[in-house]
């Protein structure tokens, strides 16, 4: 299996870069972000609970995420595994991913860093706004879930760090090039 965490703040390319990945290695892909707009579309009380940490840029309850990232597990069994888009957005989610994984005998592999810098995330996410109509990626959400993002989200990389399950690649430039960078990483670090 090749468990992957695809990380980095929001705008770093990680929905794009995980279709990608979903493609080449025939994985599932597990967007918290994703799901959570699919329940608010829904109008399911989760999404419903929901919508109102999203669109004041702050974090949804662990409990009500690892519930949604549970039923999937449970719901995918024989699979060649998984990128986690999104989550874990903290330490206790990644300690509960973990666990989480071990319950249906599976590991983390890697967690895969995007780097890219402050001011390109900002227009790229104001662009984002404007195109999707995204409402946590106006002006004044984005500063806020970036600055969760540096407090909050940033210390699971060294969690995996300490695990030797990290590697960083740099999310500027062109899409493919990135995702060949991305691909090169994987397959160095599984050698
Ligand atoms: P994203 O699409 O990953 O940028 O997520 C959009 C929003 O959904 C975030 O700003 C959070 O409010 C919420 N969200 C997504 N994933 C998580 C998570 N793992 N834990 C808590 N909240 C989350």
Known sequence: MLNL????????????????????????????GEILRNEITEKTPIGIEASKYIDH????????VIA????????NGNINGYVFDGFPRNISQAIALDKLLARFDHSLTLLVALEVEYSELISRLLLRSKNEGR????????????????????PVMCYYKNKNKFISVDGLGEQDEIFAKIVAAIEKYRL
């Open 68 to 75: 949604l990232i549970t039923a999937r597990l449970v719901q």
């Open 57 to 64: 840029g702050i974090l949804v309850p662990d409990d009500t």
């Open 135 to 154: 409402t946590d990626d106006a002006s004044a959400v984005v500063e806020k879930r970036l600055k969760l993002y540096r407090e909050v989200t940033e």
């Open 5 to 32: 965490i695809l990380f980095g703040p929001p705008g770093a390319g990680k929905g794009t870069q995980s279709t990608k990945l979903i493609e080449k290695f025939g994985l599932t892909h597990l967007s918290t």
